[in-house]
T-cell receptor, first 108, second 115 residues
């Protein structure tokens, strides 16, 4: 089975930096995804880590430590449109399992 | 990345009836999946749709309730059978594309309300 833990909610101000942490336990491991989901919309792909280390993609970076079962998503220069739910999703042997998501609220 | 067309986008159904949701992918994809997202919750995997064979269901989901078809590498359907209000949820299909570049792509979802 899989166990995924991430904070339920976070708040930050426009222009700031925020880090969303995720710890996981999986049966098998073939990488970890981060998705963004705005209310009423489908999740959209942000990042994929399969090796340890930091992957940077514009304002978003994602870090993975396989030995610690730990990942984080780093969002820089926050914008109001970044207000959304962020889902940590490790992939086990063949299927993707989602955490409960972290609702990020960005205020002016 | 693959683009998924999912329909219907929403429906209101009477209890005891069935609804079939369709997903069409614009390219051949290896794997397709069906998820459910209940209000305020994250996504829960229902099953993996296997091309040419029976779907693989997750714990808590059974074929009689959620029959799935996948006749080819671009199309899949999920039927929600004998519906009850507890089935009111958003149902999403997903396709496995070039994982390192695009991750798993999602359809736009079907918002189902059972009355």
């Amino acid at each position: 089975g899989q166990n995924i833990d991430q904070p339920t909610e976070m708040t930050a101000t426009e222009g700031a930096i925020v880090q969303i942490n995720c710890t996981y336990q999986t049966s098998g491991f073939n990488g970890l995804f981060w998705y963004q989901q705005h209310a009423g919309e489908a999740p959209t792909f942000l990042s994929y880590n399969v090796l340890d280390g930091l992957e940077e993609k514009g304002r978003f970076s994602s870090f993975l430590s396989r030995s610690k079962g730990y990942s984080y998503l780093l969002l820089k220069e926050l914008q109001m449109k970044d207000s959304a739910s962020y889902l940590c999703a490790p992939i086990g042997y063949s299927t993707l399992t989602f955490g409960k998501g972290t609702m990020l609220l960005v205020s002016p | 990345s693959a683009v998924i067309s999912q329909k219907p986008s929403r429906d209101i159904c009477q209890r005891g009836t069935s609804l079939t949701i369709q997903c069409q992918v614009d390219s051949q994809v290896t794997m397709m999946f069906w998820y459910r997202q209940q209000p305020g919750q994250s996504l829960t995997l229902i099953a993996t749709a296997n091309q040419g064979s029976e779907a693989t269901y997750e714990s808590g989901f059974v074929i009689d309730k959620f029959p799935i078809s996948r006749p080819n590498l671009t199309f899949s359907t999920l039927t929600v059978s004998n519906m009850s209000p507890e089935d009111s949820s958003i149902y999403l299909c997903s396709a496995h594309d070039r994982v390192e570049d695009y991750g798993y792509t999602f359809g736009s979802g079907t918002r189902l309300t059972v009355v």
